[in-house]
C-alpha cells in the first residue's frame, strides 16, 4: 500500500534517502478525489520513473469561490487505495500551514494568458496555483511532473512557469481521460445530481461537435447550462460551464472537431 507523509520533514528524510541512491521521482500533484484522470498520470510516471510521489493538497489560494473549496470532496482513505491501485510509491498530504509559512505574503502571477479565460472567471486562480506549484516543485524535486490535458491552461501556465523560472523538472502532458459518454473525469463530477449528470455530456458534444465557438455556446444554452466561455486558442477549442451549480471545464484539439 502506497505510504502516506504528512509532514515535511518526514518528507526531507525520505527524498534526501532517494536522491542518495540516484533514484529518479515522477510527481503527480492533485487536489484530491482522485479517479481515473489522475490514476493515468500515476501509471505514466510510474512507467517513467523509480519513485511515484503523489501530493494531495486542497490548495485554498486557487479557489476564488469559498463555498466551490467547502465543497471540494475530501477523500484521503479512497485516494490512497487509488493511487495504490495505479503504482504511486508515496503520498504527500501536507498541512495548509506547512505550505504557506508566509501566510501567502509571496505569490506567483503571470501576467498574461492567467488573465484570460479560466482567469477572467476566477480571479487570483492562476496565482494560486502557480504558486503552490512553485513550492510542490521545490520540495518534491522530481526529473519529472506529470499533468493532465483537461486542465490545458494549466497545463500551459506550469510549463511556461519552468521555463520562465529554469527549473530542473520536465512536465509530461497526459491527455485527458473520458467517460463513455465523453464527460471529461473531474472530482467535480460527482457533486452533479443524476439529472445533472445525464446532461453533461452535452458540453463534450457540443465543443467537438458544434461548428463554431458560437454555435457551441448557443447549442449548450438551449440545453440548460450557464456557459462562461468557449473560445478557440492554440489550436484547442476550450470551454466552461455551470450545470446545476457544478462547473465544468473541457477543451479539445481543434482538429478532432468536425
Ligand atoms: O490540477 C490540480 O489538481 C491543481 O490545480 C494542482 C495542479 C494540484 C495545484 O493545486
Not at 195 to 205: D, E, I, L, M, V
Request: hydrophobic fraction near 40%; proline fraction near 4%; aromatic fraction near 8%.
Amino acid at each position: 500500500m502506497t505510504s502516506i507523509i504528512e509532514t515535511l520533514d518526514a518528507w526531507y528524510a525520505y527524498r534526501n534517502d532517494l536522491k542518495a541512491s540516484n533514484v529518479s521521482i515522477g510527481f503527480v500533484p492533485t487536489m484530491g478525489a482522485l479517479h481515473e484522470g489522475h490514476m493515468e498520470l500515476i501509471r505514466q510516471a510510474r512507467l517513467e520513473t523509480e519513485c511515484v510521489v503523489v501530493s494531495v493538497f486542497l490548495n485554498p489560494t486557487q479557489f476564488d469561490n469559498p463555498e466551490d473549496f467547502d465543497l471540494y470532496p475530501r477523500t484521503l482513505d479512497e485516494d490512497r487505495i487509488l493511487a495504490s491501485e495505479a503504482g504511486a510509491d508515496v503520498i504527500i498530504a501536507p498541512m495548509k500551514e506547512s505550505l504557506y509559512p508566509d501566510g501567502y505574503r509571496y505569490k506567483l502571477t503571470e501576467t498574461e494568458f492567467s488573465q484570460q479565460l479560466e482567469g477572467a472567471h476566477r480571479p487570483g486562480h492562476f496565482d494560486g496555483v502557480l504558486t503552490v506549484v512553485l513550492k510542490l516543485f521545490n520540495i518534491v524535486q522530481p526529473e519529472r511532473a506529470y499533468l493532465g490535458e483537461k486542465d490545458f491552461q494549466q497545463l500551459r501556465l506550469i510549463e511556461g512557469m519552468v521555463d520562465a523560472l529554469f527549473m530542473n523538472v520536465r512536465v509530461v502532458a497526459v491527455p485527458t481521460v473520458r467517460e463513455t459518454d465523453g464527460l471529461a473525469k473531474s472530482s467535480r463530477n460527482v457533486l452533479l445530481t443524476v439529472a445533472a449528470r445525464s446532461k453533461a455530456p452535452a458540453f463534450y458534444r457540443s465543443l467537438t461537435k458544434a461548428p463554431t465557438t458560437e454555435a457551441a455556446r448557443n447549442e449548450l444554452i438551449s440545453e440548460g447550462f450557464d456557459v462562461e466561455y468557449i473560445e478557440d486558442l492554440e489550436e484547442r477549442r476550450l470551454g466552461a460551464v455551470v450545470i446545476d451549480n457544478v462547473r465544468l471545464i473541457d477543451n479539445v484539439a481543434i482538429k478532432d472537431t468536425i
